[in-house]
């Protein structure tokens, strides 16, 4: 609840703050020709401000720093031209439905239901911000559902707020010779401040509602903290771009275990850590064990709880238990899978394939498992590695930087069909 709470009043201030830049340039009649390229101005800043506040507000959730630009930055985008996309899609419905009651200017039932129909989808469409941090799409739903709860209630309120004020705004904004007084200021306060407040609580509602599972920090920086689990695989280590990071623990690798879920299953994998992953006490070595209600995970010096929505109240004498030291022994060295493939698309090294061993495979210039001969490559450039959990490529602080499908990263998981590239040479791993 004080998450929801918190997201509201972020929200709704975000909201209130578009208004604030942009109200003193609105026209002041309704026949101005100048709505237009106002409402050009103003829909996408909205979006932009209530985006960008929410996504940023789930990314800082998450615990890192990437996270939290990941959902700034991509929240103000969404926002902006989701928002824009929402309000002219929602513009073009309530016309085909309502016909121009909205230009109309008349105070009526049908005009606050057209109005209601503009407006909810650009709600609808800035909620989607939700799934940028975590890259869910479940969440992003989710937002989608919240936000356009939350753009109705605003757009419900708009007709009746400035009816209920125009005694107050016609007399500030008559002037001499000038044609219909436009009396949409006080709505337009409201409007603002309602959506991006019921956007914000409804899409963190609609979010606690949804949730199936989720892992809970019982022991170690954040206590108490949740992370949803609602992707295929849900890293937990210490990386920034794992979606549960543990920071602080040295013994904490950068991808160390991974939560698999299939369908409404979920199991538990170690990544090839040094020091093992330990579930109710016991390694798991490099193997993949189910997951149930309670189950209590130890990597490091975390302690974390798996939960199910449906598994009732956790054990807490499982809890007890596992937040005690628990020795971890490094696992017998076990059979590693099948290694996967680096196959070389071009330069010099075209054609040629690289089998990834699971213990770790370096690539660079000179003296690294996979010499490249590219200029433009360091001499110890990326680390890949993996296990049950899946892959991982880790950039070794080279000078160009490490590409994973053209996007640059520090450390990031990888799988089969990805194209990895260092200097000016590509690689598919297959």
Same mark, same amino acid.
């Given at each position: ?14 909201? *209130? ?59 103000? *985008? ?40 503009? *407006? ?124 549960? +990071? ?7 690798? +950068? ?83 099948? +290694? ?22 370096? *690539? ?67």
């Amino acid at each position: 609840m004080a998450l929801a709470l918190f997201l509201m009043f972020a929200g709704g201030l975000a909201g *209130l703050a578009a208004w604030a830049m942009m109200e003193p340039s609105a026209p002041r009649t309704l026949a101005d020709v100048l709505w237009v390229e106002w409402s050009a101005r103003f829909v996408p800043l909205l979006g932009g401000l209530i985006g960008a506040t929410i996504g940023a507000t789930y990314g800082r959730m998450q615990g890192s720093r990437a996270h939290l630009l990941r959902g700034l930055f991509g929240g103000l *985008l969404l926002g902006a031209v989701g928002g824009s996309l929402g309000y002219q899609l929602g513009g073009r419905l309530a016309v085909a439905i309502f016909g121009n009651v909205l230009q109309a200017g008349a105070f009526t039932l049908p005009t606050i239901l057209a109005r209601v129909m503009a *407006l909810a989808p650009l709600g609808a469409f800035i909620g989607l911000v939700l799934g940028i941090p975590s890259k869910s799409p479940r969440r992003a739903y989710q937002g989608f559902i919240g936000g356009l709860i939350g753009g109705a209630i605003g757009g419900a309120m708009f007709d009746i707020v400035s009816q209920l004020l125009s005694g107050v705004m016609v007399p500030l904004r008559q002037q001499p010779g000038v044609g219909e007084i436009e009396i949409g200021a006080p709505g337009r306060a409201i409007y603002s401040l309602v959506t991006g407040a019921a956007i914000g609580l409804c899409a963190a509602v609609v979010e606690q509602m949804g949730r199936k599972a989720w892992l809970r920090l019982r022991l170690g920086r954040n206590e108490g903290k949740d992370w949803v689990v609602d992707t295929a695989h849900t890293y937990i280590g210490s990386s920034e771009t794992a979606q549960v +990071p543990l920071f602080g623990d040295p013994s904490v690798i +950068p991808f160390h275990a991974c939560v698999i879920k299939r369908g409404s299953r979920y199991s538990l994998a170690d990544g090839g850590s040094p020091t093992g992953t330990v579930v109710n006490g016991q390694s798991i070595g490099h193997s993949e064990v189910p997951l149930n209600h309670g189950d209590v995970v130890q990597i490091g010096s975390f302690v974390i709880e798996f939960l199910l929505r449906s598994g009732g109240a956790s054990p807490q004498r499982d809890v007890q238990r596992a937040a005690q030291p628990v020795p971890i022994p490094i696992p017998a060295p076990a059979a590693p899978p099948t +290694p996967n493939t680096l196959v070389a698309l071009d330069g010099a090294m075209q054609g040629r394939r690289f089998p990834l061993a699971i213990t770790g495979c370096e *690539l660079g210039r000179e003296g690294a498992h996979v010499q490249v001969p590219d200029p433009n490559a360091s001499r110890r450039h990326a680390r890949i590695a993996g296990g049950p959990a899946g892959w991982f490529i880790e950039d070794l602080g080279s000078t160009n930087g490490t590409f994973v499908n053209g996007a640059r990263v520090g450390t990031a998981p990888i799988q089969v069909g990805d194209v990895v590239r260092l200097g000016s040479t590509s690689f598919r791993i297959e």
